[in-house]
Protein backbone atom coordinates (compact mmCIF):
# COMPACT_ATOMS: atom_id res chain seq x y z
CA UNK A 1 0.00 0.00 0.00
CA UNK A 2 1.80 3.42 -0.98
CA UNK A 3 2.04 6.05 1.48
CA UNK A 4 -0.56 8.53 0.07
CA UNK A 5 -2.94 6.22 0.01
CA UNK A 6 -2.33 5.33 3.84
CA UNK A 7 -2.51 9.08 4.60
CA UNK A 8 -5.64 9.56 2.58
CA UNK A 9 -7.78 6.65 3.71
CA UNK A 10 -8.27 8.56 6.87
CA UNK A 11 -9.60 11.84 5.39
CA UNK A 12 -12.60 9.80 3.40
CA UNK A 13 -13.56 9.11 7.29
CA UNK A 14 -14.27 12.45 8.52
CA UNK A 15 -15.97 14.89 6.87
CA UNK A 16 -14.73 17.93 4.19
CA UNK A 17 -14.73 20.22 7.54
CA UNK A 18 -15.59 19.06 11.47
CA UNK A 19 -16.05 22.13 12.68
CA UNK A 20 -16.24 22.34 16.86
CA UNK A 21 -19.80 22.48 17.43
CA UNK A 22 -20.24 19.44 14.81
CA UNK A 23 -18.73 16.87 17.30
CA UNK A 24 -17.91 16.55 21.44
CA UNK A 25 -14.94 15.30 23.43
CA UNK A 26 -14.89 12.18 24.89
CA UNK A 27 -12.22 10.67 27.16
CA UNK A 28 -11.63 7.51 27.37
CA UNK A 29 -9.62 6.34 30.18
CA UNK A 30 -8.16 2.59 30.24
CA UNK A 31 -6.85 0.67 33.23
CA UNK A 32 -4.37 -1.51 31.85
CA UNK A 33 -2.69 -2.91 35.13
CA UNK A 34 -4.98 -5.80 35.04
CA UNK A 35 -7.52 -7.56 33.47
CA UNK A 36 -11.51 -7.71 34.77
CA UNK A 37 -12.90 -10.75 33.04
CA UNK A 38 -11.79 -13.04 29.95
CA UNK A 39 -13.35 -14.72 26.86
CA UNK A 40 -12.42 -18.14 24.88
CA UNK A 41 -10.65 -17.47 21.44
CA UNK A 42 -13.37 -19.16 20.14
CA UNK A 43 -15.68 -16.51 21.59
CA UNK A 44 -17.29 -15.47 18.46
CA UNK A 45 -19.80 -17.74 17.40
CA UNK A 46 -22.66 -18.46 14.71
CA UNK A 47 -25.34 -21.28 15.03
CA UNK A 48 -26.97 -23.75 12.40
CA UNK A 49 -30.85 -24.12 13.38
CA UNK A 50 -33.38 -26.46 12.38
CA UNK A 51 -36.21 -24.67 11.16
CA UNK A 52 -37.64 -26.12 7.71
CA UNK A 53 -38.65 -24.14 4.41
CA UNK A 54 -41.76 -23.61 6.46
CA UNK A 55 -41.00 -21.76 9.32
CA UNK A 56 -42.68 -18.21 8.70
CA UNK A 57 -43.33 -15.36 10.87
CA UNK A 58 -45.15 -11.69 10.14
CA UNK A 59 -46.26 -13.73 6.71
CA UNK A 60 -42.49 -13.98 5.77
CA UNK A 61 -40.65 -17.28 5.14
CA UNK A 62 -37.23 -15.94 5.80
CA UNK A 63 -35.57 -19.71 6.05
CA UNK A 64 -35.43 -21.21 2.63
CA UNK A 65 -32.68 -23.93 2.61
CA UNK A 66 -30.70 -23.43 5.85
CA UNK A 67 -31.94 -25.80 7.95
CA UNK A 68 -29.19 -28.58 9.61
CA UNK A 69 -31.00 -31.16 7.39
CA UNK A 70 -31.45 -28.98 3.73
CA UNK A 71 -28.00 -26.52 3.77
CA UNK A 72 -25.86 -26.64 0.53
CA UNK A 73 -23.00 -27.49 2.32
CA UNK A 74 -20.97 -27.59 -1.00
CA UNK A 75 -21.43 -24.16 -1.32
CA UNK A 76 -17.54 -22.58 -1.82
CA UNK A 77 -18.75 -19.23 0.53
CA UNK A 78 -20.38 -20.86 2.62
CA UNK A 79 -16.88 -22.72 3.13
CA UNK A 80 -14.90 -19.60 2.85
CA UNK A 81 -17.38 -17.72 5.35
CA UNK A 82 -16.30 -20.14 8.07
CA UNK A 83 -12.76 -20.43 7.05
CA UNK A 84 -12.10 -16.89 7.45
CA UNK A 85 -12.49 -16.53 11.13
CA UNK A 86 -9.21 -19.86 11.69
CA UNK A 87 -11.64 -20.53 13.88
CA UNK A 88 -15.28 -20.04 13.80
CA UNK A 89 -17.45 -21.68 17.09
CA UNK A 90 -20.87 -23.42 15.53
CA UNK A 91 -23.27 -24.21 17.20
CA UNK A 92 -25.96 -26.54 15.78
CA UNK A 93 -29.27 -25.96 17.84
CA UNK A 94 -32.46 -24.06 17.75
CA UNK A 95 -36.26 -24.53 18.93
CA UNK A 96 -36.53 -27.70 16.95
CA UNK A 97 -33.77 -29.31 18.57
CA UNK A 98 -35.38 -31.41 21.44
CA UNK A 99 -37.80 -32.57 18.12
CA UNK A 100 -34.56 -34.15 16.43
CA UNK A 101 -33.85 -38.12 16.59
CA UNK A 102 -31.00 -39.44 15.43
CA UNK A 103 -31.19 -42.05 12.63
CA UNK A 104 -29.00 -44.83 14.28
CA UNK A 105 -29.48 -48.49 13.88
CA UNK A 106 -31.68 -48.89 16.82
CA UNK A 107 -33.82 -45.87 16.04
CA UNK A 108 -36.88 -48.20 15.45
CA UNK A 109 -38.62 -45.59 13.15
CA UNK A 110 -38.41 -44.44 10.00
CA UNK A 111 -35.55 -41.64 9.97
CA UNK A 112 -38.12 -38.56 7.98
CA UNK A 113 -37.38 -34.85 8.07
CA UNK A 114 -39.93 -32.03 9.94
CA UNK A 115 -43.32 -31.40 8.72
CA UNK A 116 -45.92 -28.97 9.57
CA UNK A 117 -48.61 -30.55 11.93
CA UNK A 118 -51.74 -29.05 13.78
CA UNK A 119 -50.78 -29.65 17.77
CA UNK A 120 -46.98 -30.12 17.27
CA UNK A 121 -44.21 -28.50 19.11
CA UNK A 122 -43.50 -25.27 17.30
CA UNK A 123 -46.21 -25.96 14.69
CA UNK A 124 -43.85 -28.93 13.67
CA UNK A 125 -43.65 -33.17 14.05
CA UNK A 126 -40.69 -34.98 15.07
CA UNK A 127 -37.45 -34.45 12.58
CA UNK A 128 -35.04 -37.19 12.15
CA UNK A 129 -31.40 -36.06 10.82
CA UNK A 130 -29.63 -39.29 9.14
CA UNK A 131 -25.93 -40.74 10.01
CA UNK A 132 -25.05 -39.47 5.83
CA UNK A 133 -25.91 -36.48 6.66
CA UNK A 134 -24.09 -35.88 10.07
CA UNK A 135 -21.00 -37.37 8.06
CA UNK A 136 -21.20 -34.53 5.27
CA UNK A 137 -21.78 -31.74 8.00
CA UNK A 138 -18.76 -32.74 9.53
CA UNK A 139 -16.67 -33.15 6.52
CA UNK A 140 -17.75 -29.10 6.08
CA UNK A 141 -16.54 -28.80 9.86
CA UNK A 142 -13.39 -30.79 9.44
CA UNK A 143 -12.64 -28.83 5.68
CA UNK A 144 -13.23 -25.51 7.41
CA UNK A 145 -11.78 -26.43 11.13
CA UNK A 146 -14.93 -25.33 12.92
CA UNK A 147 -15.34 -25.60 16.43
CA UNK A 148 -18.40 -27.36 17.30
CA UNK A 149 -21.21 -27.57 20.30
CA UNK A 150 -24.01 -29.84 19.40
CA UNK A 151 -26.90 -29.44 21.01
CA UNK A 152 -28.90 -32.55 21.71
CA UNK A 153 -32.47 -33.48 22.50
CA UNK A 154 -33.29 -33.21 25.85
CA UNK A 155 -37.02 -34.09 25.94
CA UNK A 156 -36.36 -37.83 24.65
CA UNK A 157 -38.71 -40.10 26.35
CA UNK A 158 -40.09 -37.37 28.99
CA UNK A 159 -43.86 -36.82 28.83
CA UNK A 160 -46.01 -33.77 28.92
CA UNK A 161 -47.51 -33.38 32.61
CA UNK A 162 -49.79 -30.67 31.75
CA UNK A 163 -50.01 -27.82 29.35
CA UNK A 164 -46.21 -26.70 28.84
CA UNK A 165 -45.00 -28.47 31.26
CA UNK A 166 -42.78 -32.14 30.72
CA UNK A 167 -42.19 -34.49 33.53
CA UNK A 168 -40.07 -37.84 33.84
CA UNK A 169 -36.90 -39.13 33.53
CA UNK A 170 -34.49 -38.40 30.06
CA UNK A 171 -34.76 -41.77 28.05
CA UNK A 172 -30.49 -41.17 26.40
CA UNK A 173 -30.30 -44.53 24.26
CA UNK A 174 -30.85 -42.72 21.21
CA UNK A 175 -28.27 -39.59 22.33
CA UNK A 176 -25.95 -42.52 23.57
CA UNK A 177 -26.06 -44.20 20.06
CA UNK A 178 -25.81 -40.63 17.99
CA UNK A 179 -22.59 -40.03 20.34
CA UNK A 180 -21.32 -43.39 20.01
CA UNK A 181 -21.36 -43.06 15.70
CA UNK A 182 -19.21 -39.59 16.15
CA UNK A 183 -16.68 -40.73 18.82
CA UNK A 184 -15.60 -43.90 16.27
CA UNK A 185 -15.74 -41.25 13.29
CA UNK A 186 -13.19 -39.38 15.61
CA UNK A 187 -15.51 -35.67 14.75
CA UNK A 188 -14.15 -33.13 17.13
CA UNK A 189 -16.82 -32.06 19.18
CA UNK A 190 -16.03 -29.40 21.16
CA UNK A 191 -19.13 -29.20 23.94
CA UNK A 192 -22.32 -31.18 23.90
CA UNK A 193 -25.18 -29.10 24.61
CA UNK A 194 -28.30 -30.40 26.68
CA UNK A 195 -31.79 -29.06 25.28
CA UNK A 196 -33.14 -25.66 24.11
CA UNK A 197 -34.79 -22.80 25.97
CA UNK A 198 -36.33 -25.62 28.46
CA UNK A 199 -35.63 -24.11 31.09
CA UNK A 200 -37.87 -21.89 33.84
CA UNK A 201 -41.50 -21.34 32.68
CA UNK A 202 -39.74 -22.48 28.91
CA UNK A 203 -40.50 -21.31 25.33
CA UNK A 204 -43.10 -24.19 24.04
CA UNK A 205 -41.94 -26.73 26.80
CA UNK A 206 -40.15 -26.77 30.05
CA UNK A 207 -38.59 -29.03 31.94
CA UNK A 208 -38.09 -28.76 36.08
CA UNK A 209 -33.88 -27.66 37.44
CA UNK A 210 -34.00 -30.84 39.67
CA UNK A 211 -34.71 -33.36 36.70
CA UNK A 212 -32.93 -32.03 34.61
CA UNK A 213 -29.65 -31.33 36.43
CA UNK A 214 -29.99 -35.08 37.32
CA UNK A 215 -30.02 -36.09 33.59
CA UNK A 216 -26.95 -33.40 32.89
CA UNK A 217 -25.32 -35.83 35.62
CA UNK A 218 -25.79 -39.01 32.87
CA UNK A 219 -25.08 -37.20 29.80
CA UNK A 220 -21.68 -36.13 31.92
CA UNK A 221 -20.88 -40.19 32.55
CA UNK A 222 -21.67 -41.43 28.96
CA UNK A 223 -19.46 -38.38 27.83
CA UNK A 224 -16.38 -40.12 31.15
CA UNK A 225 -17.50 -43.49 29.00
CA UNK A 226 -16.78 -42.32 25.34
CA UNK A 227 -13.78 -40.42 25.41
CA UNK A 228 -12.13 -42.10 28.08
CA UNK A 229 -8.98 -40.39 29.15
CA UNK A 230 -9.03 -38.64 25.43
CA UNK A 231 -9.85 -34.22 25.65
CA UNK A 232 -13.64 -34.84 26.77
CA UNK A 233 -16.33 -32.48 25.12
CA UNK A 234 -17.41 -29.76 27.23
CA UNK A 235 -21.30 -30.20 28.67
CA UNK A 236 -22.96 -27.28 28.24
CA UNK A 237 -27.05 -26.28 29.18
CA UNK A 238 -29.60 -25.33 28.96
CA UNK A 239 -29.57 -23.24 26.37
CA UNK A 240 -32.78 -21.21 27.62
CA UNK A 241 -33.90 -17.44 28.64
CA UNK A 242 -32.44 -16.92 32.15
CA UNK A 243 -34.35 -17.67 35.17
CA UNK A 244 -31.83 -16.66 38.83
CA UNK A 245 -33.89 -19.55 40.84
CA UNK A 246 -33.97 -22.36 38.07
CA UNK A 247 -30.52 -21.48 37.03
CA UNK A 248 -28.82 -21.81 40.68
CA UNK A 249 -31.13 -25.10 41.64
CA UNK A 250 -29.70 -26.52 38.59
CA UNK A 251 -26.00 -25.70 39.29
CA UNK A 252 -26.87 -27.04 43.15
CA UNK A 253 -28.40 -30.59 41.91
CA UNK A 254 -26.01 -31.59 38.89
CA UNK A 255 -22.85 -30.69 41.30
CA UNK A 256 -19.57 -30.19 40.87
CA UNK A 257 -17.42 -30.04 37.56
CA UNK A 258 -20.61 -31.63 35.53
CA UNK A 259 -21.76 -28.44 34.07
CA UNK A 260 -18.71 -26.59 32.33
CA UNK A 261 -20.61 -23.99 30.67
CA UNK A 262 -24.25 -22.30 31.33
CA UNK A 263 -25.74 -21.13 28.16
CA UNK A 264 -28.91 -18.55 28.06
CA UNK A 265 -30.29 -16.78 25.19
CA UNK A 266 -30.68 -12.84 24.94
CA UNK A 267 -33.39 -11.36 22.00
CA UNK A 268 -33.45 -8.27 23.88
CA UNK A 269 -34.80 -5.79 20.28
CA UNK A 270 -38.51 -7.01 20.47
CA UNK A 271 -40.22 -9.08 17.95
CA UNK A 272 -38.95 -9.08 14.71
CA UNK A 273 -41.91 -6.96 13.52
CA UNK A 274 -41.72 -4.62 16.03
CA UNK A 275 -41.33 -0.92 14.31
CA UNK A 276 -39.54 0.29 17.70
CA UNK A 277 -36.36 -1.85 16.62
CA UNK A 278 -34.32 0.90 15.31
CA UNK A 279 -34.89 3.01 18.06
CA UNK A 280 -33.93 0.43 20.42
CA UNK A 281 -30.53 0.14 18.68
CA UNK A 282 -29.77 3.51 18.96
CA UNK A 283 -30.47 4.20 22.57
CA UNK A 284 -27.89 3.49 25.13
CA UNK A 285 -30.11 3.62 28.07
CA UNK A 286 -31.80 0.41 25.89
CA UNK A 287 -29.21 -1.09 25.20
CA UNK A 288 -27.54 -0.92 28.69
CA UNK A 289 -30.39 -3.13 30.36
CA UNK A 290 -29.19 -6.28 29.28
CA UNK A 291 -25.60 -5.71 31.44
CA UNK A 292 -28.53 -6.62 34.40
CA UNK A 293 -28.36 -9.80 32.80
CA UNK A 294 -24.73 -10.78 32.27
CA UNK A 295 -23.85 -10.00 35.82
CA UNK A 296 -27.09 -11.74 37.41
CA UNK A 297 -25.58 -15.31 35.23
CA UNK A 298 -22.07 -13.91 36.53
CA UNK A 299 -23.29 -14.08 39.79
CA UNK A 300 -25.32 -16.63 40.17
CA UNK A 301 -22.22 -19.19 38.81
CA UNK A 302 -20.14 -17.48 41.47
CA UNK A 303 -22.32 -18.26 44.78
CA UNK A 304 -23.75 -22.05 43.29
CA UNK A 305 -21.21 -23.28 40.52
CA UNK A 306 -18.05 -21.43 40.18
CA UNK A 307 -16.83 -24.59 38.17
CA UNK A 308 -19.30 -23.62 35.36
CA UNK A 309 -18.87 -20.45 33.16
CA UNK A 310 -21.21 -18.27 31.16
CA UNK A 311 -22.13 -18.37 27.72
CA UNK A 312 -24.44 -16.99 25.08
CA UNK A 313 -25.56 -19.81 23.64
CA UNK A 314 -28.12 -17.66 20.97
CA UNK A 315 -28.96 -14.36 20.47
CA UNK A 316 -30.76 -12.67 17.50
CA UNK A 317 -31.46 -9.51 18.78
CA UNK A 318 -34.88 -9.46 17.77
CA UNK A 319 -36.55 -13.04 17.49
CA UNK A 320 -38.98 -14.63 15.56
CA UNK A 321 -36.45 -14.82 12.94
CA UNK A 322 -35.47 -11.00 13.28
CA UNK A 323 -35.92 -7.88 11.44
CA UNK A 324 -36.35 -8.55 7.56
CA UNK A 325 -35.48 -4.14 7.63
CA UNK A 326 -32.91 -4.28 10.20
CA UNK A 327 -31.11 -7.33 11.18
CA UNK A 328 -29.55 -7.69 7.73
CA UNK A 329 -28.39 -4.43 7.61
CA UNK A 330 -25.68 -1.84 8.66
CA UNK A 331 -27.67 -0.38 11.70
CA UNK A 332 -28.24 -4.09 13.11
CA UNK A 333 -24.00 -3.72 14.08
CA UNK A 334 -24.41 -1.86 16.81
CA UNK A 335 -26.74 -3.90 18.74
CA UNK A 336 -24.22 -6.61 17.92
CA UNK A 337 -21.08 -5.20 18.54
CA UNK A 338 -22.37 -3.80 21.52
CA UNK A 339 -23.60 -6.84 23.04
CA UNK A 340 -20.27 -8.91 22.30
CA UNK A 341 -18.82 -5.90 24.29
CA UNK A 342 -21.17 -5.74 27.45
CA UNK A 343 -20.99 -9.36 27.61
CA UNK A 344 -16.96 -9.73 27.75
CA UNK A 345 -17.33 -7.43 30.74
CA UNK A 346 -19.29 -9.77 33.00
CA UNK A 347 -16.64 -12.88 31.66
CA UNK A 348 -18.93 -14.33 29.13
CA UNK A 349 -16.78 -17.02 27.27
CA UNK A 350 -18.56 -17.73 24.33
CA UNK A 351 -21.44 -15.82 22.04
CA UNK A 352 -23.25 -17.26 20.06
CA UNK A 353 -25.35 -15.23 17.38
CA UNK A 354 -28.69 -16.43 15.70
CA UNK A 355 -27.97 -17.42 12.90
CA UNK A 356 -24.39 -18.18 10.63
CA UNK A 357 -27.58 -18.34 7.86
CA UNK A 358 -30.72 -18.58 8.14
CA UNK A 359 -34.14 -16.31 9.01
CA UNK A 360 -33.22 -12.54 8.77
CA UNK A 361 -30.61 -12.34 11.21
CA UNK A 362 -28.03 -14.70 9.29
CA UNK A 363 -24.68 -13.51 8.98
CA UNK A 364 -24.95 -14.55 5.51
CA UNK A 365 -27.96 -14.32 3.29
CA UNK A 366 -29.88 -16.92 3.21
CA UNK A 367 -30.32 -17.13 -0.71
CA UNK A 368 -26.94 -15.77 -2.14
CA UNK A 369 -24.25 -17.17 0.67
CA UNK A 370 -22.78 -13.41 0.39
CA UNK A 371 -22.22 -11.67 3.81
CA UNK A 372 -24.02 -9.21 5.11
CA UNK A 373 -22.71 -6.67 7.27
CA UNK A 374 -22.49 -8.29 10.91
CA UNK A 375 -20.43 -10.97 9.02
CA UNK A 376 -17.76 -8.48 8.68
CA UNK A 377 -17.93 -7.06 12.33
CA UNK A 378 -17.65 -10.66 13.92
CA UNK A 379 -15.04 -10.64 11.84
CA UNK A 380 -13.01 -7.99 12.84
CA UNK A 381 -13.91 -8.61 16.68
CA UNK A 382 -12.49 -12.25 16.26
CA UNK A 383 -9.40 -10.77 14.83
CA UNK A 384 -8.48 -7.67 16.70
CA UNK A 385 -9.93 -7.98 20.26
CA UNK A 386 -8.05 -10.52 22.21
CA UNK A 387 -9.40 -12.72 25.50
CA UNK A 388 -8.57 -10.37 27.97
CA UNK A 389 -11.22 -7.33 29.21
CA UNK A 390 -9.42 -3.95 30.24
CA UNK A 391 -11.61 -1.90 32.57
CA UNK A 392 -12.60 1.71 31.18
CA UNK A 393 -13.90 4.80 32.22
CA UNK A 394 -15.37 7.15 29.47
CA UNK A 395 -16.29 10.89 30.19
CA UNK A 396 -18.93 12.77 27.62
CA UNK A 397 -21.66 11.61 25.97
CA UNK A 398 -23.27 8.45 26.63
CA UNK A 399 -24.12 7.85 22.78
CA UNK A 400 -19.97 7.08 22.54
CA UNK A 401 -19.61 3.53 23.63
CA UNK A 402 -16.57 1.94 24.59
CA UNK A 403 -14.88 -1.23 25.10
CA UNK A 404 -11.09 -2.37 25.54
CA UNK A 405 -9.42 -5.05 25.10
CA UNK A 406 -5.81 -6.75 24.80
CA UNK A 407 -5.08 -6.75 21.42
CA UNK A 408 -4.83 -10.08 19.56
CA UNK A 409 -0.92 -10.31 19.71
CA UNK A 410 0.59 -10.23 22.83
CA UNK A 411 1.21 -6.90 24.44
CA UNK A 412 -1.27 -3.30 23.08
CA UNK A 413 -4.79 -3.09 23.34
CA UNK A 414 -7.67 -2.81 20.44
CA UNK A 415 -10.24 -1.02 21.36
CA UNK A 416 -13.96 -0.47 19.83
CA UNK A 417 -15.76 2.46 19.44
CA UNK A 418 -19.76 3.03 18.61
CA UNK A 419 -21.41 5.89 18.07
CA UNK A 420 -24.50 5.69 18.64
CA UNK A 421 -25.46 9.43 17.71
CA UNK A 422 -27.35 10.23 14.07
CA UNK A 423 -25.83 13.82 13.85
CA UNK A 424 -23.00 14.56 16.36
CA UNK A 425 -19.24 12.83 15.47
CA UNK A 426 -17.08 12.24 18.76
CA UNK A 427 -13.40 12.92 18.98
CA UNK A 428 -11.86 10.60 21.14
CA UNK A 429 -8.98 11.04 23.78
CA UNK A 430 -7.74 7.86 24.68
CA UNK A 431 -5.22 7.59 27.92
CA UNK A 432 -3.90 5.16 29.93
CA UNK A 433 -5.10 5.36 33.71
CA UNK A 434 -1.49 4.65 35.09
CA UNK A 435 -0.29 8.17 33.71
CA UNK A 436 -3.48 10.38 33.25
CA UNK A 437 -2.55 12.76 35.75
CA UNK A 438 1.12 13.56 33.73
CA UNK A 439 -1.07 13.72 30.71
CA UNK A 440 -2.95 15.94 32.34
CA UNK A 441 -0.11 18.36 32.95
CA UNK A 442 1.06 17.94 29.72
CA UNK A 443 -2.40 18.66 27.99
CA UNK A 444 -3.64 17.41 24.92
CA UNK A 445 -1.96 18.30 22.06
CA UNK A 446 -3.59 20.51 19.49
CA UNK A 447 -2.72 20.69 15.70
CA UNK A 448 -3.93 23.64 13.82
CA UNK A 449 -2.39 22.15 10.79
CA UNK A 450 -4.44 18.73 10.31
CA UNK A 451 -7.81 18.64 8.25
CA UNK A 452 -9.53 21.95 7.97
CA UNK A 453 -9.35 22.61 11.64
CA UNK A 454 -9.43 18.82 13.81
CA UNK A 455 -8.31 20.27 17.15
CA UNK A 456 -8.32 17.21 19.75
CA UNK A 457 -5.78 14.81 19.91
CA UNK A 458 -5.62 11.42 21.15
CA UNK A 459 -3.47 11.94 24.51
CA UNK A 460 -1.30 8.58 24.21
CA UNK A 461 0.44 7.88 27.53
CA UNK A 462 3.54 6.09 27.66
CA UNK A 463 7.40 6.19 26.74
CA UNK A 464 7.01 5.36 23.41
CA UNK A 465 4.29 7.83 22.43
CA UNK A 466 7.06 10.29 22.75
CA UNK A 467 9.46 9.63 20.03
CA UNK A 468 6.99 10.54 17.10
CA UNK A 469 6.87 7.71 14.99
CA UNK A 470 4.26 4.84 16.96
CA UNK A 471 1.44 3.93 14.87
CA UNK A 472 -2.24 2.95 15.28
CA UNK A 473 -4.11 1.04 12.88
CA UNK A 474 -7.65 2.41 12.34
CA UNK A 475 -10.81 0.34 10.94
CA UNK A 476 -13.61 2.59 10.01
CA UNK A 477 -16.84 1.33 9.37
CA UNK A 478 -19.77 3.28 7.86
CA UNK A 479 -22.67 2.82 5.78
CA UNK A 480 -22.91 2.86 1.84
CA UNK A 481 -24.05 6.42 1.00
CA UNK A 482 -24.92 7.09 4.45
CA UNK A 483 -28.17 4.71 5.16
CA UNK A 484 -28.19 2.91 8.06
CA UNK A 485 -29.91 0.51 6.44
CA UNK A 486 -27.75 -0.49 3.87
CA UNK A 487 -26.76 -4.38 3.11
CA UNK A 488 -23.40 -2.71 2.38
CA UNK A 489 -20.93 -2.02 5.16
CA UNK A 490 -17.61 0.11 4.16
CA UNK A 491 -14.65 -0.19 5.47
CA UNK A 492 -12.20 2.94 5.34
CA UNK A 493 -14.42 4.12 2.65
CA UNK A 494 -14.29 1.10 0.71
CA UNK A 495 -17.05 -1.28 0.00
CA UNK A 496 -16.87 -4.94 1.54
CA UNK A 497 -17.75 -7.09 -0.79
CA UNK A 498 -16.37 -10.77 -1.80
CA UNK A 499 -13.28 -10.50 -4.32
CA UNK A 500 -14.48 -12.13 -8.20
CA UNK A 501 -13.52 -15.77 -6.71
CA UNK A 502 -15.75 -15.27 -3.75
CA UNK A 503 -13.15 -14.91 -1.10
CA UNK A 504 -13.65 -12.68 2.06
CA UNK A 505 -11.81 -9.68 0.79
CA UNK A 506 -8.91 -8.41 3.21
CA UNK A 507 -9.59 -6.26 5.59
CA UNK A 508 -6.77 -3.24 5.58
CA UNK A 509 -6.31 -0.76 8.47
CA UNK A 510 -5.34 2.63 8.30
CA UNK A 511 -1.97 3.46 9.88
CA UNK A 512 -2.80 6.81 12.01
CA UNK A 513 0.16 8.74 13.98
CA UNK A 514 -0.76 7.81 18.04
CA UNK A 515 -0.57 11.63 18.19
CA UNK A 516 -3.36 12.20 15.49
CA UNK A 517 -7.04 12.67 16.26
CA UNK A 518 -9.79 9.99 16.15
CA UNK A 519 -12.44 10.90 15.24
CA UNK A 520 -15.12 8.76 15.27
CA UNK A 521 -18.35 10.34 13.01
CA UNK A 522 -22.24 10.25 13.47
CA UNK A 523 -23.66 6.49 13.20
CA UNK A 524 -20.04 4.86 12.59
CA UNK A 525 -18.22 2.46 14.21
CA UNK A 526 -14.43 2.25 14.50
CA UNK A 527 -11.99 -0.50 15.90
CA UNK A 528 -8.22 1.35 16.79
CA UNK A 529 -5.52 -1.08 17.43
CA UNK A 530 -2.37 0.13 19.62
CA UNK A 531 0.34 -2.09 19.01
CA UNK A 532 2.64 -0.35 21.23
CA UNK A 533 0.22 1.00 24.12
CA UNK A 534 1.46 0.04 27.34
CA UNK A 535 -0.81 -2.23 29.76
CA UNK A 536 0.79 -4.39 31.74
CA UNK A 537 -2.08 -6.33 31.92
CA UNK A 538 -1.63 -7.40 28.27
CA UNK A 539 2.03 -8.34 28.12
CA UNK A 540 1.80 -11.04 30.48
Known sequence: MSLWFIFILPLLCLPARVRPEDYSDVTVIVRGSETIASTSDAFVCATIDWWPPEKCNYDQCPWGKASVLNLDLTNPLLAKAIQAFNPLRIRVGGSLQDQVVYGTPNLGSPCDPFTKVSGGLFGFSQGCITLERWDAINDLFLNTGAVITFGLNALQGRQQIRRGVWGGPWNSSNAREFMEYTVSKDYPIDSWEFGNELSGSGIGASVGAEQYGKDLVELQTIINEFYGDSRKPLVVAPGGF??????????????????????????????????????????????????????????????????????????????????????????????????????????????????????????????????????????????????????????????????????????????????????????????????????????????????????????????KASDGYSKREEYHLSAKDGNPFARTMLLNGVPLELTEDGDIPPLYPVEVSVNSPIYVAPLTIAFVVFPDFEAEACGR
Request: overall charge positive; proline content about 4%; aromatic content about 12%.
Open 242 to 463: YDQKWFAELLEVSGPNVLNAMTHHIYNLGAGNDPQVPNRILNPQYLSRTSDTFRGIQLTIQRHGPWSAPWVGEAGGAYNSGSRLVSNTFLNSFWYLDQLGQSAKYDTKVYCRQTLIGGNYGLLDTDTFVPNPDYYSALLWHRLMGTGVLSTDISGSSYLRAYVHCGKQKGGVALLLLNLHRSMGFMVSFRNDLNVNLAEGQGIRRDNFFVHGLKRTVSWVGS
